[in-house]
């Protein structure tokens, strides 16, 4: 039943998979034949419906780091008579500018509540207005190893970076920013343009299949796609939602989870009909770079960050540390490349 030298990759790839269990377009295309559901494709124009997929809640603050914007006036509350003292103190020099004098009464501050957060991320920033690299990098830090999630500090620390001449430091923080919220445009522009600035393009494709599937009055699943990869990925999708005990039976093929093994298969059958396209293959980058991934073996990779973390985004978060990194490698190996100023 190998009817192509990427499902014997896959089959390679995905571990404990009985190669006879995987099915290619052909196969599915006979299946839904002598099903006893009704299926039927329409190939006709048509706007489906897009995803939207979710953004995370969070603090940060799209507004660039600029002088003072984050520190006048201070937000951080403190209740003791001789903190309140040093506050004021503080943001008299802030409303001058004067950030070198204003630090000693921060790191005063910080000595009667070294439980504050915000002070060591005040400090940083001041820091970084005083255009003291070593000092920023330092509580930028700081407020990481408390908050290693925090979004905030690490498109600042990335931001500061950039200023310092750290690049490849600055990709680093803005790429865990990403991960963190996913899907935030913003948070994509930011780390596009530091990549730009390094000389490398990301690129920002999405993966999102065009189709659509829905049950008739008549009980028939119609089948909606333009013909190609699509199609034979949407035909994959029916089958799997709709023929009865095909679920089931799949889920027994590998220890992997059952809705890893369905869109392993779905994606090989785009994968498979990309192949066999004729002209057009450049309008589907994301099919291209499945077939490297298949072959490099990090379909895996592929999937978690093009689909899963896409779809539930909060599980970036969960990852890690050694995770983590395999993600950003994933970005920088699969998802950037030299931009034509770079090339050799």
């Known amino acids: ?124 920033r001041l820091y970084t207005l005083a255009h003291d690299c070593p000092q920023a990098m330092h509580w930028y830090k700081q407020v990481i190893t408390v908050l290693p999630k925090d979004i905030s500090a690490h498109v600042e620390m990335a931001q500061l970076c950039m200023q310092c001449q750290e690049g490849e430091l600055a990709i680093e923080y803005i790429t865990r920013a990403h991960l963190f919220n996913r899907n935030d445009s913003r948070l994509v522009a930011m780390m596009s343009d530091v990549y730009l600035q390094q000389g490398l393009s990301y690129h920002n494709w999405k993966l999102q299949p065009l189709y659509s599937i829905t049950t008739m009055v008549d009980k028939t699943v119609r089948i909606q796609a333009a013909p190609g990869p699509w199609q034979a990925y949407a035909s994959c999708k029916a089958l799997w939602q709709y023929e009865p005990n095909y679920r089931q039976n799949m889920r027994h093929m590998s220890q992997s989870p059952v809705g890893l093994i369905e869109e392993k298969e779905c994606l090989l059958n785009a994968l498979i009909s990309y192949t066999q396209l004729e002209s057009g293959q450049a309008a589907f980058p994301e099919l291209a770079l499945l077939g490297r991934v298949l072959t490099e073996r990090v379909v895996d990779d592929y999937i978690f960050y093009e689909i899963t973390s896409r779809r539930q985004p909060e599980l970036l978060r969960e990852l890690s540390e050694e995770q983590l990194q395999k993600m950003i490698r994933y970005i920088r190996d699969y998802r950037v490349e030299p931009t034509e100023e770079r090339q050799p």
């Open 1 to 124: 039943m190998l009817k192509s030298p990427f499902l014997f990759i896959l089959i390679l790839i995905s571990g404990a998979v009985a190669a006879q269990q995987l099915h290619t377009p052909s196969e599915i295309a006979q299946l839904l034949e002598k099903s006893s559901i009704p299926y039927a494709f329409d190939t006709s124009t048509f706007q489906p419906v897009k995803e939207v997929f979710p953004i995370l809640e969070d603090r940060y603050n799209s507004v660039p780091l600029s002088e003072g914007i984050y520190l006048q006036p201070t937000d951080i509350i403190v209740t003791d008579k001789t903190a309140r003292k040093y506050q004021k103190k503080a943001n008299n020099f802030l409303a001058k500018k004067n950030y070198l004098k204003a630090i000693p009464l921060y790191l005063d501050l910080l000595e009667l509540h070294p439980e504050h957060t915000e002070l060591k991320m005040a400090l940083a």
